[in-house]
T-cell receptor
Framework: AQSVTQPDIHITVSEGASLELRCNYS??????LFWYVQSPGQGLQLLLK??????LVQGIKGFEAEFKRSQSSFNLRKPSVHWSDAAEYFC??????????????FGSGTRLQVQP | KAGVTQTPRYLIKTRGQQVTLSCSPI?????VSWYQQTPGQGLQFLFE???????NKGNFPGRFSGRQFSNSRSEMNVSTLELGDSALYLC??????????????FGQGTRLTVV
């Protein structure tokens, strides 16, 4: 079964600083990978996705992520964080379930706090 | 284009009762998935419906059920509520079902509190 690990529960960065959120996955084949963001009391918004091809993917709000097969990682990055980026970030893998269909498996999330 | 709409946004129920949550997907989307989000367990997949058929189910007891109507709207039902069912229930819609080359769009969720 697939799994996703986000080793950092909570990260604090200063506004304007760079950001990297870590994500490691476990899956027996090439996965479909996603990053979602959730503001308090809200649903999930897709930041970016990786299906195939170029391993560096660009998303919304200036985020990017790099798929590294050798490290089973899909880390999220942003060169300069804005106060509005404070939220919880979830990495997810899409893979086949036991029925042969696909479902999303989420990591436990990383809460980002931005200091002024 | 309207997003995914979940109703109600908040619910308070008593242990032993049952509850029905509703999800209206984005127009044209045929797949609706449900997820439960709790502080302890995180985001967990409940089930997915596509063209009125449940085609994927997570590891939840039979008290959790759902259905999808011909207009793709979906409902999920939880019977005999337990305190541990308190959670944010999120619905996601996609044209074909994640991740078949598409992405899932999430609603704002229904916050269920069981007392």
């Amino acid at each position: 079964a697939q799994s996703v690990t986000q080793p950092d529960i909570h990260i604090t960065v200063s506004e304007g600083a760079s950001l990297e959120l870590r994500c490691n996955y476990s899956y027996g084949a090439t996965p479909y990978l996603f990053w979602y963001v959730q503001s308090p009391g809200q649903g999930l918004q897709l930041l970016l996705k990786y299906f195939s091809g170029d391993t560096l993917v660009q998303g919304i709000k200036g985020f990017e992520a790099e798929f590294k097969r050798s490290q089973s990682s899909f880390n999220l990055r942003k060169p300069s964080v804005h106060w509005s980026d404070a939220a919880e970030y979830f990495c997810a893998v899409g893979a086949r379930s036991g029925t042969g269909r696909r479902a999303l498996t989420f990591g436990s999330g990383t809460r980002l706090q931005v200091q002024p | 284009k309207a997003g995914v709409t979940q109703t109600p946004r908040y619910l308070i129920k008593t242990r032993g009762q049952q509850v029905t949550l509703s999800c209206s997907p984005i127009s044209g989307h045929r797949s609706v998935s449900w997820y439960q989000q709790t502080p302890g367990q995180g985001l967990q997949f409940l089930f997915e419906y596509f063209s009125e058929t449940q085609r994927n189910k997570g590891n939840f007891p039979g008290r959790f059920s759902g259905r999808q109507f011909s207009n793709s709207r979906s409902e999920m039902n939880v019977s005999t509520l337990e305190l541990g069912d308190s959670a944010l229930y999120l619905c996601a819609s996609s044209p074909l079902g994640v991740p078949l080359g598409t992405e899932a769009f999430f609603g704002q969720g229904t916050r269920l509190t069981v007392v």
